[in-house]
């Protein structure tokens, strides 16, 4: 029901940002829960932060508190996910995903932005 492409991925040195974007195509995107996930080679996929579809409601990972920060604009149906301060161990694909407000697990998901950091 709804689509996701993830972009704003690159490669950055040590201490850069990057902004991430996730546009979304669908006609109830204000009611879907948004959030980013990341994947590091021959790692699991792990939660980074999440953002509601009420305002204020934010969840973010213990490891990118502080760095990292999740808005949305649902008038242009886009999830960003400012990031600052990368350091190496942030290299990973990410991933957006989405859940509806009436469901218990994200179900819909991008194909993914490649993030590189070096040192």
Do not use: I, M
């Given at each position: 029901q709804v689509q996701l492409v993830e972009s704003g991925g690159?490669?950055?040195?040590?201490?850069?940002?990057?902004?991430?974007?996730?546009?979304?195509s669908g006609r109830t995107?204000?009611?879907y829960t948004v959030g980013w996930f990341r994947q590091a080679p021959g790692?699991?996929?792990?939660?980074?932060?999440s953002i509601g579809w009420r305002p204020g409601i934010t969840y973010n990972r213990d490891a990118v508190l502080g760095r990292f920060a999740i808005s949305r604009d649902n008038v242009k149906n886009t999830v960003y996910l400012q990031m600052n301060s990368l350091?190496?161990?942030d290299t990973a694909v990410y991933y957006c995903a989405a859940r509806?407000?009436?469901?218990s697990e994200f179900g819909y998901w991008?194909?993914?932005?490649?993030?590189?950091?070096?040192?």
């Open positions: 690159g490669s950055v040195q040590a201490g850069g940002s990057l902004r991430l974007s996730c546009a979304a995107f204000s009611q790692k699991e996929r792990e939660f980074v932060a350091k190496p161990e509806h407000s009436t469901d991008g194909q993914g932005t490649q993030v590189t950091v070096s040192s």
